[in-house]
């Protein structure tokens, strides 16, 4: 297997029953032999791309403006989880 | 009301409804209406609305019945479920978030809602937008209209669907790797992947930050034109939005596409294009060639590179993006992450894992910079690119669920879009024997929205699929 499928959801904090782990790594596998076509590409001396529009240190005005409306010193909001 | 004119509400385009609003036809309240009726009727076939909000519609609808001037007063519409709506259920299709109530809008939602549009409900996708054929949703499949046996394509699989089958006007959809294009071509509708930047991400929920694209979906070009100009713009609070300047979309179609240069590139017509595909899009050529433009042959060599670069470069920031979700500020715990989810947050944390980044997630992103450069390369041949959306027509319910690889095959000729950040416009090309919908993406450069929706407009206008309807 070239994953370590307990391993890797120990670092993605997901919990996992014992046939996920099986079925996942039989999977993850699979995949990660596919992503072995990337070997093939050569990209010597080639920049990495993160961004596609070219734009860096985005600034806006430094100035603040009212987000959630405070009363009474507490941010009022809706309720964010519905009823049981 | 008479049940017909019901029907007819229900038939219109957006162009069509806010015409027929301006002239009094009918009001905001009665279209609206025609519209929840609709989907009270024909939503349990499809599937495709995960909420629908009835008592605020209704209270828009008469609010905008009162009010004047504005672009899209009084017109019903749906937002796929990954935008953040103020008092109103948003899931992104998954149980973590089943019953999380945002308490702020997203910039698009708020930009709509400014402009006067009135909301019907929320639309059901793979979960996160993992996926292409909705099959991902943790709320149950949904169907095509053309076919309840089929898949209605994914991730914005609620949205196409609810156009097909004229459950809504027009739609919100997001694409990091074909989730708008994929359902519009596999429904029979228009969808537009617009330029990474070109409309603002606050508020939606994120998938892969540096590929999510929030997008139109809708009947027609003219329609998709329209709501671009409207949600379109620099976002103060979406720091990759750009500043380019918004032009009025709709008033820039209708121009002739005589000598337009349409580049066929040679990789995307291989052995693993079905055939049928392969002859509509040749039709398509023809009638293209017919209007006047010109057809050249130019190459993508990365092609073969782009399932593969995605799907490390998306799982990647999915895998961090989705960290947020532990049980604490939004609900359930992790163990409610359906099955592609765990997979792509798997993937993505491999990747990225010491040891590996190099291996993947960098040689990845490395590949990335030479798809953008093929796409520019071929951008000094051609104004515009014509590809398929799909291998193949729309695919059975099932056929690929058990096998995570082949979906992501799927996904072939549109990811390497979303790697160049470029935009891609889906539009229906035919059907193929079975009566199943086939559709096409013309790609631009950079920000060439309103040439490639020109080049849409009128192969739309010579060729009228849209008027072709599913039998529900």
């Not at chain 2, 070009?221 to 100009?229: F, G, M, R």
């Not at chain 2, 993006?321 to 993505?348: H, Q, W």
Request: aromatic share 8%; proline share 4%; hydrophobic share 35%.
């Amino acid at each position: 297997m070239k994953i370590d499928v307990v391993k890797v959801a120990k670092l993605a904090n997901l919990p996992l029953s014992k046939e996920e782990e099986e079925k996942y790594a039989k999977q993850l596998s699979q995949i990660l032999d596919y992503m072995e076509k990337l070997n093939q590409a050569d990209t010597l001396g080639v920049e990495a791309t993160s961004s596609v529009t070219g734009l860096s240190n985005v600034m806006r005005e430094d100035e603040t403006e009212v987000c959630i409306p405070i009363k009474k010193g507490f941010y009022v909001t809706k309720g964010v989880f519905q009823d049981e | 009301m008479l049940q017909k004119e019901y029907f007819k509400m229900n038939d219109l385009t957006l162009i069509e409804a806010i015409r027929a609003l301006r002239e009094k036809k009918f009001s905001s309240v009665e279209i609206t209406k025609a519209y929840l009726d609709r989907i009270k009727k024909i939503n349990p076939k499809i599937n495709a609305y995960l909420t629908v909000c009835e008592d605020e519609a209704l209270k828009a609808a008469e609010r905008a019945d009162k009010l004047r001037d504005l672009p899209l007063l009084g017109v019903p519409f749906s937002m796929k479920d990954i935008y953040s709506t103020e008092g109103i259920r948003t899931t992104a299709g998954s149980k973590v978030l089943d019953k999380y109530i945002p308490p702020y809008n997203a910039t698009v939602y708020q930009k709509l809602i400014d402009a006067g549009a009135v909301l019907l409900g929320k639309t059901n996708c793979d979960a996160w937008g993992h996926g292409a054929s909705t099959e991902n949703s943790d709320f149950g499949v949904v169907k095509n209209p053309w076919n309840l046996e089929y898949v209605a394509g994914g991730s914005s699989g609620g949205s196409a669907a609810a156009l097909a089958s004229d459950m809504t006007i027009f739609e919100i959809g997001e694409d990091t790797g074909g989730s708008i294009r994929l359902p519009s071509s596999f429904c029979s509708t228009f969808g537009l992947k617009v330029t990474y930047g070109r409309v603002s991400r606050y508020g939606a929920i994120a998938y892969a930050s540096s590929l999510d694209s929030m997008g139109p979906m809708g009947k027609s070009v003219e329609d998709l034109s329209l709501i671009l100009s409207v949600i379109a713009g620099k976002d103060e609070r979406d720091a990759t939005s750009s500043y380019n300047k918004v032009p009025d979309y709709a008033a820039g179609l209708k121009k002739s596409i005589k000598n337009l240069k349409i580049g066929l590139p040679r990789e995307f017509y291989g052995s693993g294009l079905d055939g049928e595909v392969k002859d509509k899009i040749e039709k398509a050529v023809n009638v293209l060639e017919g209007q006047g433009a010109e057809i050249v042959d130019v190459s993508i060599p990365s092609t073969e590179y782009g399932i593969a670069t995605y799907y490390i470069i998306a799982p990647s920031e999915t895998s961090s993006n989705l960290a947020r979700y532990d049980g604490i500020r939004f609900g359930n715990g992790r163990e409610v992450f359906g099955d592609e989810a765990k997979r792509r947050i798997m993937l993505g944390t491999y990747a990225l894992s010491s040891g590996y980044y190099d291996e993947y997630y960098l040689k990845a992103q490395k590949v990335r910079t030479l798809v953008r450069k093929d796409f520019e390369k071929a951008f000094t041949k051609c104004d515009v690119i014509l590809a398929p959306v799909s291998p193949t027509p729309p695919f059975k319910i099932g056929e690929k669920i058990n096998d995570p690889l082949s979906m992501y095959l799927v996904d072939v000729y549109t990811v390497l879009v979303n790697l160049a950040g470029i935009p891609s416009l889906a539009l229906p090309c035919g059907f193929s024997k079975t009566g199943l919908p086939i559709g096409m993406q013309i790609i631009g450069p950079q920000f060439s929205e309103s040439l490639i929706l020109n080049a849409g407009y009128q192969y739309e206008k010579a060729t009228n699929w849209r008027k072709e309807k599913p039998k529900l």
